[in-house]
């Protein structure tokens, strides 16, 4: 059965009733959904895959390695995690079970689009000046077409939710070989940097 989403712009009502979403297949072996977290009125809204193991458990969005990474980016450059929306464009866990460990598995396009209202429905809630799309799934979610990521990387788009600004996804560094790692952080910061830029730029507009 599709999403069913609640009409408002109540972060608290949504957040209650994507508890029951079964718009596909991942509820069925998911701990639980993961809403976003955060501020209504959080001028930018971060936007990640879908919640890895340690979010699956705790119930919320970038909590585990990734979310470490990520709210240490968020400091170094001068963001405070707490003035960001911070979501998912998927909100159960997708996993393959492989003895005692659950492994991360990428949603596919139908559970990316079957997902999509409650991130639609986010968007309204929070309307945010500014997106930060993490990676392709983020991406593409928002954008609804096959990306690459290396030519959107760093830029600004028009969306119809908000300016998109597209960054990779804080796991990708984590997978990256151990020499390449400082740099591919320098440079995620120096993205976060960039956005944070546009946000001073726009309020001093
Ligand atoms: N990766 C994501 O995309 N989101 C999370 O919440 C955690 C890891």
Not at 68 to 90: C, H, I, P, Q, W
Request: net charge positive; hydrophobic share 40%.
């Amino acid at each position: 059965m599709p999403a069913v989403v609640p009409e408002t712009k109540s972060l608290n009502v949504l957040s209650q009733a994507v508890r029951h979403c079964t718009g596909c297949d991942l509820y069925r072996w998911a701990t639980q959904a993961v809403f976003g977290e955060g501020r209504k009125d959080a001028r930018v809204v971060a936007v990640g895959e879908q919640p890895g193991d340690v979010e699956d458990r705790q119930g919320k969005p970038f909590v585990g390695p990734a979310g470490k990474l990520l709210s240490r980016a968020f400091e170094d450059a001068g963001m405070d995690r707490g003035e960001v929306y911070v979501t998912n464009a998927v909100k159960h866990f997708k996993f393959e079970e492989r003895g005692k460990r659950r492994i991360h598995k990428k949603p596919d396009r139908a559970e990316i689009l079957a997902c999509r209202p409650w991130l639609e429905a986010e968007m309204r809630a929070v309307e945010p000046e500014l997106i930060i799309a993490m990676g392709v799934t983020a991406t593409e979610a928002l954008l609804l077409k096959k990306v690459a990521i290396t030519p959107l990387r760093g830029k600004f788009n028009e969306h119809p939710w908000g300016t998109l600004f597209v960054t990779i996804h804080p796991s990708a560094i984590l997978r990256a070989q151990p020499e390449d790692r400082d740099r591919e952080y320098r440079r995620f910061v120096q993205e976060l940097k960039t956005a944070a830029g546009w946000l001073r730029h726009r309020s001093a507009e």
